[in-house]
């Protein structure tokens, strides 16, 4: 069993940025993709980042060019920088782990694990 703790979340003004943090326990890290995935007010959750076993990273069209997913494996931590923060990137953030990628790095379904999220509010 996995545990994932986020962090890093909170209230920035457009154009900011912040770096969230997920901390995995319980599993050998770096054998998992990793990803990151978002939930706004009213609507679906969505993804946004992931990066796999072996280093790659895929990024959701909106946050292409503003936002890096980085691994640490000797620190079990998957990272998420975010630059130039919009309104509309304001949503509970997750981290989620998945020992194996079948339908794709965007399809929250391939993941096994789950953090509990933590809050991005950007204000305009």
């Known amino acids: 069993q996995v545990q994932l703790v986020e962090s890093g979340g909170g209230l920035v003004q457009t154009g900011g940025s912040l770096r969230l943090s997920c901390v995995a326990s319980?599993?050998?890290?770096?054998?998992?993709?990793m990803g990151w995935f978002r939930r706004a007010p009213g609507k679906e959750r969505e993804f946004v980042a992931a990066?796999?076993?072996?280093?790659?990273?895929y990024y959701a069209d909106p946050v292409k060019g503003r936002f890096t997913i980085s691994r640490d494996n000797r620190k079990s931590t998957v990272y998420l920088q975010m630059n130039s923060l919009k309104p509309e990137d304001t949503a509970v953030y997750y981290c989620?782990?998945?020992?194996?990628?079948?339908?794709?790095?965007?399809?929250?379904?391939?993941?096994?694990?789950w953090g509990q999220g933590t809050q991005v509010t950007v204000s305009s």
């Open positions: 989620a782990a998945a020992s194996t990628i079948l339908r794709g790095v965007s399809v929250g379904a391939d993941y096994d694990y």
């Open positions: 319980g599993g050998t890290f770096s054998h998992y993709a």
């Open positions: 990066i796999t076993s072996g280093g790659i990273a």
